[in-house]
Structure formats: structure tokens, C-alpha cells
């Protein structure tokens, strides 16, 4: 797990998966629009790319949104 | 630099949720493809994972019409899709649309809402440069969209300034 804050992910989590910011920032709002989630929701970022909700469940993933 | 090269990135999303949607109903009623459409307890596949969702989504991206870094064109574009901007003429053949035509689909919206339980935001999503100025949406329009009702979400943010590198004799 590379980030599970509430906030937008600071630039080592994209340098982590080798993005620019404003990728892993696109690439955030979409998973969360794909699972009727708002900004504030909090989600949790795997170094592997993947993305899960506060309960385990993947719901995205990075690299498939850039 | 100007305002517009101080954008990264920006677009606008739509989407229609609830338990009881049904994707083809929602780009029936709104004319237009989704960026991505999918019922209560279909699985999917993203590509690299599969997901089973907990509940109905149908949403647009304006990404996919346009590359502008104008924030401004492509919430236009998004009202265009849910009938608060009248559709232009985007070919000789689709006529453009009336204020009366464009007036019945957001009504027709609000109702289709209402009736099938579902929910509607509008997220504005921007990403700028360290000294960019983030984006001011007009009241009138998140007012208007509260009415039929659709939600207005932000998600604005800026690159972080670069932090400068301390050097080893200040170490």
C-alpha cells in the first residue's frame, strides 16, 4: 500500500508508479466516478497500481485509466 | 504563462447511479455514449482487475470529446449532454436542437430520476500548475443543477511546489 489518505495523493505515490501527477490524479477521479465516489472519498492505492475501497475490495486500477 | 497553460489537465464527468439503473435506458434518454456503463452485480473487467459492483453506474467523460485545458468548454460540454446547453448541429443530417427540445430532456431527466431512484453529479476535475488559480464555478449553474436534482463535485488541485535541494554543506 503506497497511499490510504483522505487527501490527493502527494507526488511520490505517481513518482512510486512512474506517472506524472496529474495522471495518477485522472486516473484516481475516474476509478472513483466508475464506483459512484466523490473526491472526498478515501481510497486506497497499491504499489502494483491497483486501487481498493476501505473495505478490501478492488475497485481499479491505475494503469488501466491512463 | 497564461491561465490555460497553467491547466495540466481538466474535464468533466457525469454520472447517473442507484441500484435500480439500467444503462441502456440512461443513454436512451440522454442520446449519448457512456465512457463506461454498468449494473448492480454485473461483473466487469477494467483490464487488469474484475470488479463486482455494489451498484448501478452510467457516466460521461468530456476527456474523450475534447483535449482543451479550458475548464469552462468542457463543463459547457457536459451541459450540452444534459439539456441545460441546446445541442448544436453536429452534422448536416442531425439537425440542431430547439430551446423546447432542450428544455423537455433536462425535465425528462429530473423525472427519470425521481421515478427510477437514481442519483446525478456533475464533478468538475482540475489539475494545475503550482501558481495556477483554481477554477471559480458560477453559482447560477450549480444552483440550476440542484434543482433538476443533480449534484456539482469538485476535485481541484495543484502540483506541489518542488521543494529546493539542500545541499550538504547545509545538511
Excluded: C
Aim: aromatic share 6%; proline share 6%.
Amino acid at each position: 500500500m503506497i497511499w490510504d489518505k483522505r487527501r490527493n495523493p502527494t507526488k511520490h505515490v505517481s513518482d512510486a508508479l512512474g506517472i506524472d501527477r496529474w495522471q495518477l490524479r485522472t486516473a484516481i477521479h475516474k476509478i472513483k466516478a466508475r464506483n459512484n465516489l466523490g473526491p472526498v472519498d478515501r481510497i486506497i492505492i497499491h504499489s502494483d497500481g491497483k486501487a481498493t475501497d476501505t473495505n478490501g475490495n478492488e475497485i481499479g486500477d491505475i494503469y488501466d485509466e491512463i | 504563462m497564461t491561465k490555460s497553460d497553467q491547466t495540466l489537465k481538466t474535464f468533466v464527468t457525469f454520472r447517473i447511479a442507484g441500484d435500480g439503473l439500467v444503462p441502456d435506458e440512461v443513454t436512451e434518454l440522454l442520446k449519448v455514449p457512456p465512457a463506461h456503463a454498468h449494473a448492480k452485480g454485473v461483473r466487469y473487467s477494467t483490464g487488469r482487475v474484475e470488479i463486482l459492483p455494489t451498484t448501478g453506474v452510467w457516466f460521461f467523460s468530456t476527456d474523450r470529446l475534447s483535449i482543451s485545458k479550458n475548464w469552462v468548454e468542457h463543463l459547457a460540454l457536459a451541459l450540452v449532454v444534459i439539456g441545460l446547453v441546446q445541442r448544436p448541429q453536429l452534422s448536416p443530417s442531425l439537425p440542431a436542437e430547439g430551446e423546447l427540445e432542450s428544455v423537455s430532456r433536462v425535465l425528462a431527466l429530473g423525472r427519470f430520476l425521481q421515478q427510477k431512484g437514481l442519483t446525478a453529479t456533475l464533478s468538475v476535475f482540475w489539475h494545475g500548475a503550482p501558481q495556477a488559480t483554481e477554477p471559480q464555478i458560477p453559482n447560477q449553474i450549480t444552483d440550476f443543477l440542484r434543482l433538476i436534482p443533480i449534484q456539482i463535485e469538485t476535485d481541484f488541485d495543484r502540483d506541489e511546489v518542488a521543494s529546493p535541494r539542500r545541499s550538504r554543506a547545509a545538511a
